[in-house]
C-alpha cells in the first residue's frame, strides 16, 4: 500500500511540474516561448533623497543607497542634470562640460536652499556616474550638498537629519555671520571661528565674491582683485562708499574655494570684514558710515 501511494505521488508531481512548463500553443517545445527580457536601462538618481554615505564623485549602482531626508545623513541630492555630450567617458575634472554642469548645480543649489549656499557651513559638489554606467548610457550629473562644521581648512561633514530645502531663507545656525578671528604670523589672520554677534568680536561674514575665469591665484599679484572684489562685497553689506578709503575703514579675509574646487569651476570667494584695531557688539550690516568710520590713525 506504501509502494502504492509512493508511485502516485511522483505521478501527480511529475504532472504539475509539466504542466508548468507547457507553453501556450502546445508545440511541444520549451525553449521558444519564455517572454523576452526588459531591455536594460540607463540608471539615473532621483532628486530630493539622501544618502548614509560620505560624498564619491563617482557613483556606482551598487553603492547608490538613497534613503529618506528625515533619517541620519551626510549627502543630499538638489538636482540631477544631464551632459550634452556623447564622450566615450564621462567629462574629467577641468573639462568644460564638468564645469558646466557645476555652474549648474551652482544655480540650483542656491535654489533649494533660498540663498548662495556659501552663506552657509554648506559644500556643493557633483557626482558622475561611474564608466561601467556611462558606457551603458548614464548621462547624468548629481548635484550634492553636505552640512560641513565650519568652512575653514581641515573641513568635515556633519551627519545630520532634515531636509536643506529653504535652509538659508531666513535665520538658520547654518548661516555665516560674526566671527573671531585667530591670528598667525605677521598679524595675518590664520582661522575665523563663529561667535553670537551679541559677544565682541572683529570679523563678520559680508558675502560672496565671483571671481571671473582665469587661473587659481598663487602669486601675490593675484591675489589683488580677490581683496578688490570682497571690499566692493563689503561696501554693500555696511552701506558704505566703495573708494579709496575703504581700505582705511576695515580689513578684508578671503576665502576662495581650494584649487581642485576652481579647476571644476567653483568661483564664489566667500568675504569677511575684519577690525583689526577693535571689536565690536552686533552686525554692521546696513551700519553706514558710522558704524564703520575711517580709522585716523
Not at 501511494?5 to 504532472?15: R, S
Not at 577693535?278 to 558704524?291: E, F, H, K, Q, Y
Amino acid at each position: 500500500m506504501r509502494r502504492s501511494m509512493t508511485v502516485l505521488l511522483a505521478v501527480a508531481t511529475t504532472a504539475v511540474l509539466l504542466a508548468g512548463c507547457a507553453t501556450g500553443d502546445g508545440d511541444g517545445d520549451v525553449t521558444d516561448d519564455w517572454p523576452a527580457l526588459p531591455a536594460a536601462a540607463a540608471f539615473t538618481p532621483a532628486v530630493g533623497v539622501c544618502q548614509a554615505a560620505d560624498f564619491a564623485d563617482v557613483v556606482t549602482l551598487a553603492a547608490y543607497q538613497p534613503i529618506d531626508c528625515a533619517e541620519p545623513h551626510r549627502v543630499e541630492t538638489v538636482h540631477v542634470g544631464a551632459f550634452p555630450t556623447a564622450s566615450p567617458a564621462a567629462p574629467a575634472g577641468g573639462s568644460a562640460e564638468l564645469r558646466g554642469a557645476f555652474a549648474e548645480c551652482d544655480t540650483r543649489a542656491t535654489g533649494y536652499v533660498g540663498d548662495d549656499w556659501r552663506a552657509g557651513r554648506l559644500r556643493l559638489s557633483v557626482a558622475v556616474p561611474s564608466g561601467v554606467g556611462w558606457a551603458a548610457g548614464s548621462r547624468w550629473y548629481r548635484c550634492d550638498l553636505s552640512e560641513l562644521n565650519t568652512v575653514e581648512a581641515a573641513a568635515t561633514v556633519v551627519t545630520r537629519t532634515g531636509s536643506l530645502r529653504d535652509a538659508l531663507k531666513g535665520p538658520s545656525p547654518l548661516r555665516l555671520g560674526c566671527q573671531q578671528t585667530r591670528g598667525g604670523e605677521g598679524g595675518a589672520v590664520q582661522a575665523l571661528v563663529p561667535v553670537d554677534c551679541a559677544t565682541r568680536h572683529d570679523a563678520e561674514f559680508v558675502g560672496v565674491w565671483r571671481a571671473p575665469e582665469g587661473p587659481y591665484p598663487t602669486r601675490q599679484a593675484d591675489w589683488l582683485p580677490l581683496y578688490a572684489g570682497c571690499r566692493s562685497v563689503l561696501g554693500r553689506f555696511v552701506g558704505v562708499p566703495d573708494d579709496a578709503q575703504l581700505r582705511f575703514r576695515s580689513g578684508v579675509v578671503v576665502r576662495p574655494p581650494g584649487a581642485g574646487r576652481w579647476r571644476v569651476g567653483d568661483r564664489g570667494v566667500r568675504c569677511y570684514l575684519w577690525l583689526s584695531h577693535r571689536t565690536v557688539i552686533g552686525s554692521l550690516n546696513d551700519a553706514g558710515p558710522a558704524g564703520l568710520p575711517v580709522r585716523t590713525r
